[in-house]
């Protein structure tokens, strides 16, 4: 079965960290590009930031930049969102994507 899974979500205080993880089973990352997407209630789904198989391009948000680092390991099938200084805009539910496979995604909640 193809499937994403999500973990490390959780609340945390404003200024706070939390690594949120893309395990993939049923098929692997090689050729593809595997973005991270956020959403909150009433929002249009948010490209937060993806990374190409190789690890050799990335790109990040706007509002992400300097915060969070992405990163790959091929050898486990999974990508990884580093989030550092967290702030109560990053609270939503957070996504991952590859090809057309999404997972089901995790909530990341931020408080004040």
């Known amino acids: 079965e193809v499937q994403l899974v999500e973990s490390g979500g959780g609340l945390v205080q404003a200024g706070g960290s939390l690594r949120l993880s893309c395990a993939a089973s049923?098929?692997?990352?090689?050729?593809?590009?595997i973005g991270w997407f956020r959403q909150t209630p009433g929002k249009e789904l948010q490209g937060v930031s993806c990374i190409s198989s190789s690890g050799g391009s990335i790109y990040y948000a706007d509002s992400v930049k300097g915060r969070f680092t992405i990163s790959i390991d091929s050898a486990k099938n999974t990508v990884y969102l580093q989030m550092n200084i967290l702030e109560p805009e990053d609270t939503a539910v957070y996504y991952c994507?590859?090809?057309?496979?999404w997972g089901q995604g995790t909530q990341v909640t931020v408080s004040s």
């Open positions: 049923g098929f692997t990352f090689d050729g593809y590009a």
């Open positions: 994507n590859a090809i057309h496979f």
